[in-house]
């Protein structure tokens, strides 16, 4: 009897072919999240054989997003992220300005619309999480000074790619595209009071976002640690675990169908409210597996969406892209962070970080698309530009590491500061 299991067959088929290039990678010294974009590439549409669902995929990649950045949020205090405020607005900020900048001159030698450019730039302004949490995790960076800045930055991208999101479709008339109606019932209110459609709409935007965080900090941090305790005092390790998983999965869904809130964000709040129990850590060992499994489906998905035609239709324009994921924001976030003062390791942490594109990239130009603002290959572009800058950051990553390892061999130990203690070996 034929079954059609198209979500098992994603799961299954996606996860076998990922442990196995994986594992070839590995052999080969390459990084292994070559092997789980390859793996993508194979099952995606644009190559011969087995096709996996799509949608389902980006799914499942999206629950990847949302463990990974609870995980964060697991490490990351209040008053970690207000202490990084400083440095991490502006830098954000700026960053998203260069690249957008970088992206629309990019967009107009090639003859596209300024509304297509400023979407297309936006595109290659974001960071994706899974690449660079994963690279901090790796390095165990994330609670350092380095980490903060690092996830603070990113928080930040965030906040102004979802504000970008809701504030697109409304703009879509003025920036070439498709105008669509203003929908929502606090929107149509706001307009009756005089104000236009895009204002209404950001306004809306702002007081679901400021609800969000306060209910979250005033109530959530109350309500979350005490059902974590009511649960552990059950003393059943599966009632625990599930209690972990409900909260941080139904905040981060809560969160975007009732305050238009992304995913990623909502499940950091919940990580980062359950950071104040004293069973922060063993929430953080048990959704683990579960982390790690789904990330791997997130680079899966993105290899799905890689079409090789447009390396050979378009390959000065996919060089272009690319160097501005890697060189102008890079320098973009190296030269900010310097000027606020910050030592040469640090820039170099942060602008290697961010030197790739991921998830909310996706998402706009898909948007964009449907639209009818970006041109069918902006989005090829930039499937590409993320697939070559996340293979592209494992190599950065390693000749940082080279560089600091030279450098503090270099400089001269000070007699006066203590002897630091053993660093562990590799293993």
């Not at 994330?142 to 906040?159: F, P």
């Not at 950091?268 to 791997?296: I, K």
């Amino acid at each position: 009897m034929p079954h059609d299991t198209p979500l098992i067959a994603t799961i299954v088929i996606g996860l076998s072919l990922a442990f196995v290039l994986g594992l070839l990678a590995h052999r080969l010294k390459l990084p292994m999240i070559a092997g789980y974009l390859l793996a993508g590439i194979v099952i995606g549409p644009f190559t011969p054989g087995y096709v996996a669902n799509q949608e389902l995929a980006t799914e499942l990649a999206e629950l990847g997003v949302i463990l990974l950045m609870f995980g964060v949020g697991l490490h990351f205090s209040l008053k970690d992220l207000l202490s990084v405020k400083n440095i991490a607005i502006p830098g954000a900020v700026g960053q998203i300005l260069v690249a957008t900048a970088a992206g629309l001159a990019l967009a107009l030698l090639m003859g596209w619309s300024i509304g297509a450019g400023l979407i297309f730039g936006l595109s290659l302004s974001v960071a994706s999480t899974v690449v660079l949490l994963r690279a901090l995790q790796d390095r165990n960076l994330v609670t350092s000074d380095r980490g903060r800045i690092a996830v603070g930055w990113l928080i930040v991208e965030d906040v102004v790619m979802v504000l970008c999101l809701v504030l697109i479709p409304p703009l879509a008339g003025l920036l070439g595209g498709l105008a669509q109606p203003v929908d929502g019932e606090a929107e149509q209110e706001v307009i009756r009071l005089g104000f236009g459609p895009v204002t209404a709409t950001l306004a809306v935007t702002m007081a679901k976002f400021a609800a969000f965080v306060a209910l979250m900090l005033i109530v959530g941090r109350k309500v979350i640690p005490w059902i974590l305790h009511y649960v552990a005092h059950t003393g059943s390790r599966e009632l625990f675990r599930l209690a972990v998983l409900a909260i941080a999965l139904g905040v981060a869904y809560g969160s975007t169908q009732i305050f238009g809130v992304s995913f990623a964000l909502g499940a950091f709040f919940a990580g980062m409210v359950m950071a104040t129990s004293t069973l922060s850590q063993q929430a953080m060992r048990e959704t683990m597996p579960l982390r790690d499994a789904f990330a791997v489906l997130f680079f899966v998905s993105v290899g799905m969406l890689f079409n090789p035609m447009i390396v050979l239709s378009e390959p000065l324009a996919l060089i272009g892209t690319v160097l501005i994921i890697l060189v102008v924001k890079s320098l973009a976030a190296y030269g900010i962070v310097r000027t606020f003062g910050h030592e040469r390791e640090t820039a170099l942490t942060i602008a290697t970080s961010l030197a790739q594109i991921g998830e909310f990239s996706f998402i706009l130009a898909v948007m964009g698309t449907k639209l009818a603002i970006l041109p069918p290959e902006a989005k090829d572009l930039i499937v590409a530009g993320a697939l070559l800058s996340i293979l592209a950051n494992p190599v950065m990553f390693a000749l940082l590491d080279r560089w600091s390892a030279q450098h503090r061999k270099d400089t001269p130990a000070d007699p006066a500061a203590p002897e630091p203690a053993p660093a562990k070996t590799a293993a």
